[in-house]
């Protein structure tokens, strides 16, 4: 379980046997996160729950398989790429953002950048399937960042990003033409589930 509340940015420093099948990132952590890591031990990138299969100091291994490479962005990443990370949440722990699994649904693309002084828009396509669960003011995963959804329109959806979140996570470094990971609210997955079933009921003869 995760918060959504990016703790650190770490880079890829190994690609090992990459292909569309399987790899390995080689992960160079900020000391602060390293400590204390175990194997088997969760941790996110971009909001993608990965295992640790070896640990190397701050350098942390985890393997990636087709279903990862197919549903998220991680699998276009190359070595000097920066991810947002968050270590998994404990019981007792102060949940900040909204509670995430850690299981990225789609990868959607920003398609604008709206910048006002310390004001900064980001919006972003809305993929076909998953229209029914992002709604106004709800809360939404990208790149495992918990954020409230702004504006949304038929194509798009926006957020709005202050700049504590610019600074901790890639957002300070993203543009158009960028794709994100999305990992949609389960709570709101499942009302709005819920409702779209009892309502189809409902209209059978």
């Known amino acids: 379980m995760f918060t959504g509340i990016v703790q650190g940015m770490g ?4 690609v090992e046997e990459p292909s569309e099948h399987f790899r390995t990132h080689v992960v160079e952590l900020p000391q602060e996160m ?5 194997i088997g031990a969760s941790v996110a990138h971009n909001g993608c729950c990965l295992t640790i299969t070896r640990i190397d100091g701050n350098r942390i291994s985890f393997d990636l398989m087709r279903e990862t490479l197919l549903k998220t962005n991680l699998g276009r990443l ?6 947002n990370l968050e270590r998994a949440a404990k019981f007792g722990d102060e949940i900040g953002g909204h509670v995430m699994s850690g299981h990225v649904m789609a990868v959607t693309r920003i398609t604008r950048i709206d910048a006002d002084g310390l004001n ?19 809360f939404v995963g990208l790149d495992g960042c918990s954020l409230t959804i702004g504006e949304v329109s038929d194509s798009e959806f926006n957020v709005h990003l202050i700049p504590e979140t610019l600074q901790r996570t890639l957002f300070g470094s993203r543009k158009a ?3 994100i990971n999305i990992e949609i609210d389960p709570q709101t997955q499942a009302v709005v589930d819920t409702v779209m079933r009892v309502m189809a009921q409902q209209t059978k003869p």
Do not use: C, H, M, S
């Open 120 to 138: 900064r828009t980001v919006w972003f396509a809305l993929p076909e399937a998953l229209k029914p669960y992002i709604l106004t003011k709800g």
């Open 177 to 179: 033409g960028d794709e």
């Open 34 to 38: 390293a400590d204390n890591l175990k």
């Open 78 to 83: 190359q070595n000097g790429d920066a991810v």
């Open 11 to 14: 880079r890829i420093v190994e």
